[in-house]
């Protein structure tokens, strides 16, 4: 069986996009999206992929011509594409002056970056003079520096840069390190000057599923394709990218990346907040609602809990009637926003578990739950009921099970997550969720609590 590489010819676009990160997220998800842009005619440009850490191997890029497959599967379509719209993949590291010579490139117009939510930070101790410099703030300083001084400050020569990764202003926290970062090693105020004005930060937000590399279907995946990937990546075919910029700078953008007129799921804006907290609230706070809800239940899955009628009705619940009302757009949007939740989590071809959703259980009931439930309380006099018992449920589950390796188990939870105002009545009604739970178990108290 041939390999993907020897199946298809490499599209050719200039260089356009420098990439930093090589995994299955923004490959699934950023360059998908390119490739139908080529195709349609609508853009005409390529991405290099930059390895922006030190360790890991591009064997299989290079092997394959960086070509590689798609798969977006969900219970009603699939989707099979063929990746050709990446120019090459190299390491910072091992590739530096390759990487450096990037800078120079005339036609480089966008960065693209996923390096994870802890990869966007202000790191003091990074160094001009590394090959490259340490954080990914310090590497994309040098990087523009050194676009700066190839086009001796050209105002045309800046970039637009669009960071993927999950935390609020991501656009503006990079754009703040990368200040920092100038000041720290001493770079001259014009090039400070040029970074603030002639680079475009965008915050953005992103939304799909994407699950991987299929280790146990890639053989009846590759005898349907007819060839070898290596670096083949599954997903679901939803998706959204909402990317924000300046109400004056709305046209150019969409001129200059017309993702829209390919028909693609982008929405470009001046305020992502709404679009931010419908997904936080409703996506990712049902699953935070729900996650030790099933495990109590004892269910492994997302699938299996939404194939449980009482799960499922709890999950409905806490969506529909606690976390729909407190998000900021209009009320159809919302709901079908919701209800296209419900689908995606019942996708037959992700395996969606909850033991991975309940990592970092603390931090993520403070950004997906607690503002609804303050909110609730603020405007009816009191708390919601599920997603109280959902909490309760949290605590439960660590009290049978212990932290099981979690740095971000609730021990004195409530001495953190509600230290920040007198929300002793919360905290009581919770625990008097918990001992119900811990004497009649959760089946029970379902039935009692659910409509």
Not at 307 to 327: G, K, S, T, W, Y
Request: with cysteine; hydrophobic share 40%; net charge negative.
């Amino acid at each position: 069986m041939l390999s993907v590489h020897e199946t298809v010819e490499k599209t050719r676009h200039p260089l356009k996009i420098l990439q930093y990160g090589e995994g299955n997220f923004l490959r699934a998800f950023f360059d998908y999206m390119l490739d139908i842009a080529n195709e349609k005619g609508v853009f005409d440009g390529a991405a290099c992929i930059v390895k922006a850490i030190p360790f890991g191997s591009l064997a299989d890029f290079a092997e394959q011509k960086s070509i590689y497959t798609v798969v977006l599967r969900d219970a009603q379509h699939s989707e099979q594409r063929i990746i050709r719209c990446v120019d090459r993949a190299l390491c910072a590291y091992d590739d530096y002056d390759a990487y450096a010579a990037l800078a120079e490139n005339p036609d480089l117009r966008f960065i693209v970056s996923n390096t994870t939510e802890a990869g966007i930070v202000y790191d003091e101790n990074d160094r001009f003079e590394l090959r490259p410099p340490t954080s990914f703030p310090g590497k994309l300083t040098k990087f523009l520096y050194e676009r700066y001084t190839a086009f001796d400050g050209a105002v045309d020569k800046g970039l637009i840069i669009l960071p993927v990764e999950l935390i609020d202003k991501n656009g503006f926290m990079l754009k703040e390190c990368c200040r920092k970062l100038a000041a720290l090693w001493g770079l001259p105020p014009t090039f400070i000057a040029w970074l603030t004005d002639s680079n475009i930060f965008c915050n953005t937000l992103v939304d799909r599923i994407v699950t991987g590399y299929p280790k146990d279907e890639i053989g009846q995946l590759e005898r349907e394709l007819g060839y070898h990937d290596k670096l083949l990546v599954t997903g679901e075919c939803h998706a959204l990218w909402v990317i924000e910029c300046g109400a004056g700078q709305q046209a150019m953008l969409e001129r200059e990346l017309p993702f829209t007129a390919a028909g693609l799921p982008v929405i470009i804006t001046d305020d992502l907040a709404p679009y931010r907290e419908r997904k936080v609230r409703l996506l990712n706070g049902t699953h935070t609602a729900t996650v030790f809800v099933a495990l109590l239940a004892g269910l492994e899955t997302v699938g299996e809990a939404l194939a449980d009628q009482q799960i499922r009705r709890f999950m409905e619940q806490v969506l529909f009637n606690e976390l729909a009302p407190f998000v900021p757009l209009p009320a159809e949007e919302v709901r079908a926003y919701a209800t296209a939740v419900l689908e995606r989590f019942g996708n037959p071809h992700i395996r969606h578990e909850w033991r991975s959703i309940a990592l970092n259980s603390v931090s993520k009931v403070k950004a997906r739950l607690l503002p609804t439930v303050l909110e609730t309380y603020n405007k009816n006099g009191c708390y919601p009921k599920l997603l109280c018992l959902s909490l309760a449920a949290l605590l439960e589950y660590y009290r049978i099970h212990g932290a099981g390796g979690d740095p971000d188990a609730p021990e004195g939870m409530f001495a953190e997550l509600l230290g920040m105002a007198d929300l002793s009545g919360l905290a009581a009604e919770v625990e008097n969720n918990r001992r119900y739970l811990s004497e009649r178990g959760i089946r029970s108290v379902l039935e009692q609590y659910l409509c």
